[in-house]
């Protein structure tokens, strides 16, 4: 039998209809290669004995001709998804034991539809970060290398969503969970070659995933291919009377959106994107993704987002205010880890200091300054009118007739574990400069594979869509994908 991790979802799906083989072999696949991939870090938590038991239902359910949209195929949940008896940690010593009693909405939305969970996914710590160095547990690796002489560096998968990233890439599992607060579902996307997508603000139910800045944070899949992100973001996404900014709105059969044509649809190339010291490769690439989709029928403008160059630093005061505020339930009291003290208030001070790694204080810091009396005003209060601004250059550009957007996904390809960051963190901060825009916006926004550096590693795409059209940001990518190609890790090194 042909390996069966090597099959996408679309293609794992009809296998399972057909009956070619059951859904406890296709999960068995996949714990034999987690076993060899486990160098990679890409799981925090296996759960093999849970898998087989969703995987004996869903060859129960296949038996009695019951067929659910996800029926018997095998994935990954970062661990940040609430999963009922099955530790989530969020990766950080504050939750390192911490079982929660509910399931988030995301993932009962998934083994609803038949899916089956192989385990929990490496994240930074509270999703802050864009290299996955912030995690309590061993940072995940890429499992792209440099095809440069000898050059053994172990690379990034990105981040925030790097154990996803790296476990879809490697072949660990069908396809992932992952969330995008500033960029954590597209940029690690980026630096694996595979696809992931941000849905528009609202698409997705926000209940059960460890929050970081709620107005902000949004759940998507990562997936071998546009098609399998189509197919897992159909299935979780809808209203959910749990979370209010969950927008009650019909969700559209993406998979109907793939492949459609894009003739005559207007893509704006925003020229504020194109920032100093872009690397001629990005330039080259973003130039060749314009050429395909106008021999695609498709009519390419320059447009202007003018207050793209705020959207950066206002994130930075956005995000860590939020921040602050929700993670202020971690008191010891509560939650997980409790350090204790001779009272209550060094109670919370030592189980804060013990629990929260340098990259979570230094954001509680920040944001806690910019919302303190006196600052307020001048840092929080300008960054949310700053957000209004940036908002509005995309309804702008929308006015005027684009139907999507294309840029850049990340600044660069996979860099080095321990490269970046460890001086100056906002040398990684800048990672997110074509990711948090869209954030700030509320907007979907999908990261495509799109070509290979001159070392090798992969490079992508983002489309920027209107708010609650997914659908073009499907169709638009999927002509990427078909004139690129996919791109899987060509060595299984890692086992
Ligand atoms: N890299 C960004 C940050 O660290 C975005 C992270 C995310 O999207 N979760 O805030």
Redesign the pocket.
């Known amino acids: 039998m042909t390996d069966l991790t090597q099959l996408t979802i679309a293609e794992a799906l009809d296998g399972l209809k057909q009956k070619s083989f059951s859904a406890t072999d296709l999960t068995r696949a996949y714990l034999a290669a987690m076993e060899k991939g486990r160098g990679l870090n890409a799981y925090v938590l296996e759960t093999p004995d849970k898998a087989l038991a969703m995987a004996g239902a869903s060859d129960a359910r296949i038996a009695r001709g019951e067929f659910g949209p996800l029926e018997g195929i095998p994935l990954g949940v970062k661990d940040l998804f609430c999963t009922a008896g099955t530790r989530t940690t969020a990766c950080s010593n504050i939750l390192r034991n911490f079982v929660p009693t509910y399931e988030s909405t995301v993932t009962s939305n998934l083994w609803r539809d038949g899916a089956v969970m192989l385990g929990k996914l490496n994240n930074?710590e509270f999703?802050?970060?864009?290299s996955n160095e912030t995690s309590c547990f061993p940072g995940p690796v890429n499992p792209w290398r440099r095809q440069g002489a000898n050059d053994t560096t172990p690379l990034v998968p990105g981040?925030?969503?790097g154990g996803s990233s790296a476990a879809v890439a490697a072949m660990l599992c069908a396809g992932a969970t992952a969330?995008?607060?500033?960029?954590?579902?597209r940029?690690p996307a980026a630096l694996t070659g595979t696809v992931g997508i941000k849905p528009t603000y609202g698409r997705v139910s926000r209940w059960g995933i460890v929050a970081?800045a709620s107005s902000?944070?949004q759940a998507g899949p990562i997936a071998r291919d546009v098609m399998d992100a189509a197919l897992m973001l159909r299935s979780f996404a809808g209203p959910d009377a749990k979370d209010t900014t969950c927008v009650d709105r019909a969700v559209p059969d993406y998979a109907a959106a793939v492949g459609k044509s894009i003739k005559d649809m207007t893509i704006g190339i925003p020229r504020e994107y194109r920032i100093d010291g872009m690397p001629a490769e990005i330039q080259k690439l973003w130039d060749d993704g314009a050429q395909i989709l106008k021999e695609a029928g498709a009519n390419i403008v320059e447009i202007s987002l003018p207050h793209t160059k705020y959207a950066l630093p206002a994130?930075?005061i956005v995000?860590p205010a939020e921040a602050s505020s929700n993670l202020a339930r971690y008191d010891g009291v509560r939650y997980g880890l409790r350090e204790p003290g001779k009272d209550i208030v060094d109670l919370y001070e030592k189980t804060r200091a013990a629990g929260f790694g340098k990259e979570v204080r230094r954001r509680i810091m920040i944001g806690t300054y910019v919302l303190s009396a006196g600052y307020y005003d001048a840092y929080y209060v300008r960054a949310q009118q700053l957000r209004t601004l940036i908002k509005q250059d995309f309804e702008q550009a929308y006015a005027s007739g684009v139907d999507a957007i294309l840029t850049p996904s990340t600044p660069s390809a996979a860099f080095g574990i321990g490269e970046k960051g460890s001086a100056d963190p906002v040398e990684?901060?800048l990672?997110?400069v074509f990711?948090?825009t869209v954030?700030m916006a509320g907007l979907p926004g999908i990261a495509v594979p799109a070509g290979l550096d001159n070392q090798g590693l992969p490079l992508g795409l983002q489309l920027i869509g209107r708010a609650f059209d997914e659908e073009t940001l499907f169709s638009v990518a999927s002509v990427i994908e078909k004139a690129k190609g996919r791109f899987p890790v060509s060595d299984r090194w890692w086992g």
Request: glycine residues 14%; proline residues 0%; without cysteine.
């Open positions: 930074d999703a802050m970060g864009s981040g925030s969503s969330t995008d607060t500033g960029g954590s579902i940029q970081f902000l944070d994130y930075y995000a990684m901060y990672q997110d990711t948090v954030n």
